[in-house]
C-alpha cells in the first residue's frame, strides 16, 4: 500500500499497480472474491479483514496508501481500520457521495486513489479535514506512503517514475518492470524495500482496466506465488468504450 502508479492505456483503460510495505506477517497469498448485492468485488484480504486495494463489477476501483501529506504520529486505538475502510468506501454511490455521508472522525490519515466510471480522484484524509482532488485520468502519476518514505525520498521516485516515462512505452509489463527494479541499490527506498525485515514490500498487486473488464495480478513476493482474477465491468462502461 506504499508505492502506487497509474498509468492511462486509452479511454476508460488504463493500469494501476501498488507495491505493498508491510510487516512480512500480514501478507495475504491469494485474491478473495465477494459478492455484496449486485456487486462483485476482488481483493487481497489482509489478515485484519480489510484490503489495501479493490476492484469492483460496477466499474471502481480503490488503492490506500497510509498517511497523508506528511508523517504523522501513531496514536491508537482508532475507531476504525483503514483497511476496512476501503470495502466500505467502494459500496458507495461514488467518491463524492462518500466524501460527504462517511464519518472519518478519528480515523488514522491515509491517502486513496479512487478511479469510477471513466474519473480519477485522489481522496485524502489527515488527522482534521478530507481532501477530494480530481485529476486527468490521460496523465501518469506516482504516489509513495507518507509513514514511510520523506521528502527527499518521494522526490527520488519522482524522478526515476518520470525518466520511465519518457523511456518506456506504456504497458502493463514495462510499468511492472518499473515496480519490481526501480531503485539506486538503496534498500531502505527502492520500489522494493526492506527495512530489517520489519517492514518490507511484501506483495506487488497490479489491476489493468481494458474497458470490458478489471484484470488484478497479485504478485506475492514473500512465498513467490502468484494469483489472478478478472471481473466484468458493467454494460453502461463496456458501451462508453466502444
Same mark, same amino acid.
Given at each position: 500500500?506504499?508505492?502506487?502508479?497509474?498509468?492511462?492505456?486509452?479511454?476508460?483503460?488504463?493500469?494501476?499497480?501498488?507495491?505493498?510495505?508491510?510487516?512480512?506477517?500480514? +501478507?495475504?497469498?491469494?485474491?478473495?472474491? /465477494?459478492?455484496?448485492?449486485?456487486?462483485?468485488?476482488?481483493?487481497?484480504?489482509?489478515?485484519?479483514?480489510?484490503?489495501?486495494? *479493490?476492484?469492483?463489477?460496477?466499474?471502481?476501483?480503490? *488503492?490506500? =496508501?497510509?498517511?497523508? !501529506?506528511?508523517?504523522?504520529?501513531?496514536?491508537?486505538?482508532?475507531?476504525?481500520?483503514?483497511?476496512?475502510?476501503?470495502?466500505?468506501?467502494?459500496?458507495?454511490?461514488?467518491?463524492?457521495?462518500?466524501?460527504?455521508?462517511?464519518?472519518?472522525?478519528?480515523?488514522?490519515? !491515509?491517502?486513496?486513489?479512487?478511479? #469510477?466510471?471513466? #474519473?480519477?480522484?485522489?481522496?485524502?484524509?489527515?488527522?482534521?479535514? $478530507?481532501?477530494?482532488?480530481?485529476?486527468?485520468?490521460? $496523465?501518469?502519476?506516482?504516489?509513495? $506512503? +507518507?509513514?514511510?518514505? /520523506?521528502?527527499?525520498?518521494?522526490?527520488?521516485?519522482?524522478?526515476?517514475?518520470? /525518466?520511465?516515462?519518457?523511456?518506456?512505452?506504456?504497458?502493463?509489463?514495462?510499468?511492472?518492470? =518499473?515496480?519490481?527494479?526501480?531503485?539506486?541499490?538503496?534498500?531502505?527506498?527502492?520500489?522494493?524495500?526492506?527495512?530489517?525485515?520489519?517492514?518490507?514490500?511484501? +506483495?506487488?498487486?497490479?489491476?489493468?482496466?481494458?474497458?470490458? +473488464?478489471?484484470?488484478?495480478?497479485?504478485?506475492?513476493?514473500?512465498? =513467490?506465488?502468484?494469483?489472478?482474477?478478472? =471481473?466484468?465491468?458493467?454494460?453502461?462502461?463496456?458501451?462508453?468504450?466502444?
Amino acid at each position: 500500500m506504499c508505492t502506487v502508479s497509474y498509468i492511462p492505456l486509452g479511454k476508460n483503460q488504463f493500469v494501476l499497480t501498488s507495491n505493498r510495505d508491510e510487516s512480512p506477517k500480514r +501478507s495475504p497469498k491469494i485474491i478473495s472474491t /465477494e459478492s455484496t448485492g449486485s456487486m462483485e468485488l476482488i481483493f487481497p484480504k489482509d489478515i485484519k479483514g480489510g484490503t489495501w486495494i *479493490c476492484a469492483s463489477s460496477q466499474n471502481k476501483l480503490l *488503492c490506500l =496508501l497510509n498517511g497523508a !501529506f506528511t508523517r504523522h504520529q501513531h496514536r491508537p486505538p482508532y475507531p476504525k481500520s483503514r483497511g476496512i475502510i476501503v470495502k466500505d468506501c467502494i459500496q458507495y454511490k461514488d467518491i463524492r457521495s462518500f466524501h460527504k455521508e462517511y464519518d472519518l472522525t478519528g480515523i488514522e490519515p !491515509f491517502t486513496m486513489v479512487v478511479w #469510477e466510471n471513466g #474519473e480519477l480522484f485522489q481522496f485524502r484524509r489527515d488527522e482534521h479535514e $478530507s481532501y477530494l482532488t480530481p485529476l486527468d485520468t490521460e $496523465s501518469a502519476y506516482i504516489w509513495s $506512503s +507518507s509513514t514511510l518514505y /520523506e521528502q527527499a525520498a518521494k522526490i527520488k521516485r519522482q524522478g526515476w517514475f518520470d /525518466e520511465w516515462k519518457e523511456q518506456q512505452t506504456y504497458t502493463p509489463e514495462s510499468i511492472l518492470q =518499473l515496480h519490481k527494479e526501480g531503485g539506486d541499490g538503496d534498500i531502505f527506498n527502492d520500489f522494493v524495500m526492506d527495512r530489517h525485515n520489519i517492514v518490507r514490500t511484501v +506483495s506487488i498487486t497490479q489491476v489493468v482496466n481494458d474497458g470490458h +473488464s478489471m484484470t488484478m495480478e497479485y504478485n506475492d513476493l514473500l512465498h =513467490l506465488n502468484q494469483d489472478k482474477q478478472q =471481473l466484468s465491468l458493467s454494460k453502461l462502461m463496456a458501451e462508453d468504450v466502444e
